[in-house]
């Protein structure tokens, strides 16, 4: 059986026009324009104006709609196009009808239609965090929304239907800053073209395409030295070191212990953000750290307590006092974590299990190599602790 045609997008405001499936005789449900709102801003689908056979009746009872010019029982009045005829004179009796209802409101431009860039995120923004009530955020990421929108100055005043693929991508390339916050603009204009569709602004999301055209500089990083360890760990009941500990001893990145969920019953941590790998990943508690984390929950109710750019200040304060090198970074952690899997011959495939790391063309690893948390366990609890002695 042919696959049925799909239809081309309606221009914004127009209304829509649902296909029911097969076996009914009017199979196609022609709506108006979408007027009405839940209280989260979720547009509520009108009743439709009525049922008719073709998608082509469905976009002639719109345009007639649009003009003023539709009344009950219109549809019926529509030639029939399943013809196989060749008088063509009923496809032009219809395409002349089309035109002269089009004609009758062609440039009235629907409102949406001529917001900026900037007011259209002023929206948005609301819509997401003001008038979404059944899901809070934190202020690192309402910060962060705000920050990318900033780096977006260039097409702030340009409207917002009018933008092209050309436009959002220049966007990304004369953005001099690293590739950490290019990921949040794409992020912001992909959320962005997201809910200008479901509320009828643009015809089609032209930030698909978008992409980033530097190194992922987010991977470079140095390990904490052997010597560090053991003066972190001697200072462990400080609340920056313990934190950082946490941190080099699980491997995930900073931003991540944010959302973290933490098992203290079966021991293991379920967290992670950026890529696909290191999504919601397991990563077994390492014994040694487990009373840190414990005491931290118990203390806090979470891992984290401060944002992150707050952290980093007082993380290069607290190195600094143990005369540790100050521009060690949060991500460091990460790599002092994978330096001591390598070290201590934790099992390469395990190691980026537990980094969230890509099997890249190792086809049989990334889909069929599942492990059990019990035998993660196994592979971290290879990584030994420094000797360090307690300190008063």
């Known amino acids: 059986m042919p696959k049925r045609k799909r239809m081309p997008k309606l221009p914004n405001g127009y209304g829509s026009i649902r296909y029911l499936g097969k076996g009914r005789?009017?199979?196609?449900?022609?709506?108006?324009?979408?007027?009405?709102?839940?209280?989260?801003?979720?547009?509520?689908?009108?009743?439709?104006?009525?049922?008719?056979?073709?998608?082509?009746?469905?976009f002639t009872v719109l345009t007639a709609y649009k003009a003023g010019n539709y009344y009950p029982g219109y549809e019926n009045t529509l030639i029939d196009l399943n013809t196989d005829a060749e008088d063509t004179s009923c496809f032009e009796e219809l395409a002349n009808k089309i035109l002269s209802d089009y004609n009758q409101f062609?440039?009235?431009t629907p409102e949406e239609t001529g917001k900026t860039f900037a007011e259209v995120y002023k929206e948005f923004y609301a819509w997401k965090f003001e008038a979404n009530h059944s899901k809070s955020y934190s202020k690192a990421t309402m910060n962060s929304t705000r920050a990318a929108f900033n780096n977006c100055k260039i097409i702030h005043d340009k409207i917002f239907a009018d933008l092209r693929h050309s436009d959002l991508q220049e966007v990304i390339d004369n953005c001099k800053l690293k590739h950490a916050s290019l990921e949040l603009i794409v992020s912001l204009l992909h959320q962005m073209y997201s809910y200008a569709d479901i509320y009828e602004i643009v015809d089609k999301d032209y930030s698909a395409h978008i992409k980033i055209n530097i190194p992922?500089?987010?991977?470079?990083?140095?390990p904490f030295s052997d010597a560090d360890l053991k003066k972190m760990w001697e200072n462990k009941h400080d609340s920056v070191v313990e934190f950082i500990i946490i941190m080099c001893y699980s491997g995930y990145r900073v931003r991540a212990y944010e959302s973290m969920r933490v098992n203290l019953e079966e021991g293991?941590?379920?967290?992670?953000?950026k890529t696909a790998a290191g999504k919601?990943?397991?990563?077994?508690?390492?014994?040694?750290?487990?009373?840190?984390?414990q005491a931290r929950l118990k203390r806090y109710g979470k891992l984290t307590t401060t944002p992150y750019h707050n952290f980093?200040?007082?993380?290069?304060?607290?190195?600094?006092?143990?005369?540790i090198d100050p521009t060690h970074t949060a991500h460091d952690c990460r790599h002092t974590f994978s330096a001591l899997c390598e070290r201590y011959r934790v099992n390469e495939n395990d190691r980026k299990r537990m980094l969230g790391h890509s099997f890249g063309s190792d086809i049989t690893n990334s889909i069929y190599g599942h492990r059990s948390v019990n035998e993660l366990r196994k592979e971290i609890e290879k990584i030994e602790i420094?000797?360090?002695?307690?300190?008063?």
């Not at 839940?38 to 056979?53: H, K, L, Q, S």
């Not at 919601?280 to 984390?293: E, K, Q, S, T, Y």
């Not at 980093?312 to 005369?323: F, I, P, S, V, Y």
């Not at 420094?386 to 008063?392: F, G, L, M, Q, R």
């Open 312 to 323: 980093r200040r007082h993380m290069a304060k607290t190195l600094k006092e143990l005369d």
């Open 106 to 108: 062609k440039g009235i």
């Open 268 to 273: 293991y941590f379920r967290g992670g953000i």
């Open 280 to 293: 919601d990943r397991i990563v077994p508690i390492h014994p040694a750290i487990f009373p840190l984390v």
């Open 25 to 58: 005789r009017n199979p196609y449900a022609v709506h108006p324009p979408t007027e009405e709102f839940t209280e989260n801003g979720v547009p509520i689908r009108p009743a439709a104006i009525c049922y008719v056979d073709t998608w082509i009746k469905g």
């Open 386 to 392: 420094p000797k360090y002695k307690e300190c008063d």
């Open 216 to 222: 992922d500089d987010d991977e470079s990083g140095i």
